[in-house]
């Protein structure tokens, strides 16, 4: 069983950059792949980023290639995600999930269940 915490989310200006942190804990936390997915009022979650916990391999969708990047710290356990040139459009409750023994464009795509989510939290984007 895995436990996911985010952190680092806030409110900031357009073009301006944040950076979400997800600590990870639990057994088998190698064997995942971590995705953070993004939902706004009234939309569908989607994800925005995922990434494989063993090698590294990284997913983005279009609306996120080139602004934000995934990573991951194996000293720390934690999965990270750089966005930067945020635009208003970008404001939404951003969680990490994690799905086990996927690739990272399957997770981002849905095309598999994640089986554990955190509580989410709230990124901001004024014009």
């Known amino acids: 069983q895995l436990q996911l915490v985010e952190s680092g989310g806030g409110l900031v200006q357009s073009g301006g950059s944040l950076r979400l942190s997800c600590g990870t804990s639990g057994v088998g936390f190698e064997y995942y792949a971590y995705g953070w997915f993004r939902q706004a009022p009234g939309e569908e979650r989607e994800g925005v980023s995922c990434?494989?916990?063993?090698?590294?391999?990284?997913y983005y969708p279009d609306s996120a290639k080139g602004r934000f990047t995934i990573s991951r710290d194996s000293a720390t356990k934690t999965v990270y995600l750089l966005m930067n040139n945020l635009r208003p459009e970008d404001t939404a409750v951003y969680y990490c999930?994690?799905?086990?023994?996927?690739?990272?464009?399957?997770?981002?795509?849905?095309?598999?269940?994640?089986?554990?989510w955190g509580q989410g939290t709230q990124v901001t984007v004024s014009s």
């Open positions: 990434i494989t916990y063993r090698d590294g391999a990284t």
């Open positions: 999930a994690a799905a086990p023994k996927v690739t990272a464009e399957s997770q981002c795509k849905k095309n598999v269940p994640n089986v554990y």
